[in-house]
């Protein structure tokens, strides 16, 4: 069966320091993947997706890049943490456009 | 672009009734739309997809349907228990037609159910 890992599950980072978040899918290949932000009293909003490796496509222009290095791995990362990053982070994977999207347990960061 | 809108004030509702939400959407026609359901502190969790030819889907005690005239979702949940208590998230894709685009989600319905 298939399995999304993501972590850490929590942390607290000072302003200005650098981020690193990873996610892994296990059981399928080449799926979609995707990076999501849930603020406080917002709804989830799309940060980036890949359909390949090294294929990344942004939706929405930030402090925050994204990439993916082998078929299964994603990874989120910032330069310099800003006050605004905190959030909820979620990876999520997908078969194909039309299918369910399955989300990893989430990652709370805090920036302070 | 596309807008999503769910009643983000609590649903409270009787244990054993019918718990009924809304997702309405606005200034496109999307391929299908999707709930999921989110716990705290977790992530959320597919329930039932649903596509603009068909008008209703059930799973289990689940219930959704589709209206393309009125741009609108009603999802159902019959013989309601506490354990269903969580907040309900209704998602588009972001590309009317779907694609490998990603979703777009309301900011979901929190439903409390009471013994």
């Known amino acids: 069966s298939q399995t999304i890992h993501q972590w850490p599950a929590t942390l607290v980072q000072p302003v200005g320091s650098p981020l690193s978040l990873e996610c892994t899918v296990e059981g399928t290949s080449n799926p979609n993947l995707y990076w999501y932000r849930q603020a406080a009293g917002r709804g989830l909003q799309l940060l980036f997706y890949?359909?390949?490796?090294?294929?990344i496509s942004s939706e929405v222009p930030q402090n925050l890049s994204a990439s993916r290095p082998q078929d299964r791995q994603f990874i989120l990362s910032s330069k310099k943490l800003l006050l605004s990053d905190s959030g909820f982070y979620l990876c999520?994977?997908?078969?194909?456009?039309?299918?369910?999207?399955?989300f990893g347990q989430g990652t709370r960061l805090t920036v302070v | 672009s596309q807008k999503i809108e769910q009643n983000s004030e609590a649903l409270n509702i009787q244990e054993g009734k019918t718990a009924t939400l809304t997702c309405n959407y606005t200034n496109y026609s999307p391929a299908y739309l999707q709930w999921y359901r989110q716990d705290p502190g977790r992530g959320p969790v597919f329930l039932l997809l649903i596509r603009e030819n068909e008008k209703e889907k059930r799973k289990e005690r689940l219930k959704v349907t589709f209206d393309t005239t009125l741009k609108q979702s009603l999802f159902h949940i019959t013989a309601s228990q506490p354990a269903d208590s969580a907040t309900y998230l209704c998602?588009?894709?972001?590309?009317?037609?779907?694609?490998?685009?990603?979703?777009?989600f309301g900011k979901g319905t929190h439903l409390i159910i009471q013994p």
């Open positions: 999520a994977w997908s078969r194909t456009g039309w299918t369910e999207a399955f």
């Open positions: 998602a588009l894709p972001k590309v009317a037609g779907g694609g490998a685009d990603g979703l777009t």
């Open positions: 890949s359909v390949g490796i090294g294929q």
